[in-house]
């Protein structure tokens, strides 16, 4: 199995590295393109006071920048606010790079609706711009216009490109987010629904063993005095009993094991359709008085279907032995048609139910039983006869659409 790590996340209320590495960035780069503060520097050879002032001024935006992720909008106008005062009042300072980072966290982290800002974003463009023509026209003042439009637009363009870049990628990866969510409750689900076919398994397996090795008990304990040949019968019975739950647990942890390690040459083999009429007949020979009648013509189902009509029987017999007690009867029906259906009844209990026999019942077995035929399609069906008995009745269907990763 492979195991994700969690990818690392800074404290609450501390900005992430990668933040304070943007804000370092941007304050650097404006200085750097959009400052007259290098060569302020080489021209003084020494840091004055409005040099200073640049520099500190020049650092409050990015500042704010550490928290856009958190607060989007609000960010924004306190980058804005910087910006704008920056470009009209700061002599050699013209801020472009942050209220950029500030719109692409809007669109990254904001909602839609906040797509408004797009038009405040350009008054510090719009500042730089009014500058820079007038500029132009000291040497020829017809460029005034022309340079001011031209410089307008291409900052307009540049602004609803960032919005629109920090939209796509916040979209991105919120998509990620919900299907890297999306394929965690898909495997919670995948392991909650192994988990519920295991343990209808075992069950399966354990109770029809268990309630058959103590029933036999239980008689053998009781004709031991007078019959010693009949608990020694009893005792073969049980020895069978065990070994075969034992062959059945093998065979269901070799199928857990290929599933695990992926798909094997051999796929192990579960109980049938087929193998009901040695289920009776091993229930017969424990005691029980039971018949089987086929009716139809048997013909290939899938496997997951084979298995829950074997299950069927395998239950409603196994309650039959621990409810009914004495000489219990029963008739188990397979009627082939359009649908396979399993009808399993009892004629009510003969005489007392051994001793322990009412601790045997986990409660769980016909629940278990019905969900395991919901999930090949079938539908069980259970009453109370009037002459004191009990009828389980399950209709299958013949083709079976199993789900993708549904196991029988």
Do not use: C, K
């Not at 049980?238 to 290929?258: D, H, K, N, P, Y």
């Amino acid at each position: 199995m492979s195991t994700v790590t969690a990818p690392t996340r800074a404290r609450p209320g501390r900005p992430a590295r990668a933040d304070v590495l943007v804000a370092a960035a941007v304050w650097l780069l404006d200085l750097a393109l959009f400052s007259t503060a290098g060569s302020d520097l080489a021209h003084a050879g020494a840091a004055s006071s409005g040099l200073l002032l640049l520099l500190g001024y020049a650092l409050l935006g990015p500042v704010a920048l550490l928290w856009r992720r958190r607060a989007p909008a609000l960010v924004f106008a306190l980058v804005w606010v910087h910006a704008v005062v920056g470009a009209a009042l700061v002599s050699g300072y013209q801020p472009v790079l942050g209220a950029l980072a500030a719109l692409y966290a809007v669109g990254a982290y904001a909602p839609a609706r906040w797509s408004w800002l797009i038009a405040p974003a350009l008054a510090p463009y719009l500042v730089i711009a009014a500058n820079e023509a007038w500029l132009a026209g000291q040497t020829d003042p017809g460029r005034r216009t022309a340079v001011f439009v031209g410089l307008a637009l291409t900052y307009a363009v540049v602004v609803t490109g960032v919005w629109a870049v920090g939209r796509w990628a916040g979209a991105s990866r919120r998509r990620l987010a919900t299907a890297e969510r999306r394929r965690a409750e898909a495997a919670t689900r995948a392991v909650a629904a192994e988990r519920a076919r295991v343990s209808r398994e075992l069950h399966d397996i354990v109770a029809h063993s268990v309630t058959v090795m103590v029933l036999q008990a239980g008689g053998a304990r009781r004709v031991l005095p007078t019959d010693p040949s009949r608990a020694a019968e009893a005792l073969d019975h049980i020895v069978r009993a065990g070994q075969q739950a034992v062959e059945e647990l093998r065979r269901m942890l070799t199928a857990l094991g290929a599933h695990a390690a992926g798909p094997a040459d051999a796929t192990p083999t579960h109980p049938g359709a087929a193998d009901v009429a040695d289920l009776v007949d091993r229930m017969r020979a424990g005691g029980l008085r039971v018949t089987l009648t086929v009716s139809g013509t048997p013909r290939p189902v899938d496997p997951s279907v084979g298995l829950a009509a074997y299950r069927t029987v395998q239950e409603a017999l196994t309650n039959v032995s621990r409810h009914a007690g004495g000489e219990a009867r029963a008739t188990v029906l397979l009627r082939w048609g359009d649908e396979l259906t399993v009808e399993v009844r009892d004629a009510g209990p003969e005489g007392a139910a051994p001793e322990p026999a009412a601790a045997l019942s986990t409660g769980h077995g016909l629940l278990g039983l019905r969900e395991r035929l919901t999930v090949v399609g079938g539908e069980l069906t259970t009453a109370a006869l009037p002459d004191g008995g009990f009828q389980v009745v399950a209709r299958l269907p013949l083709a079976t659409p199993v789900p993708v990763g549904a196991t029988p």
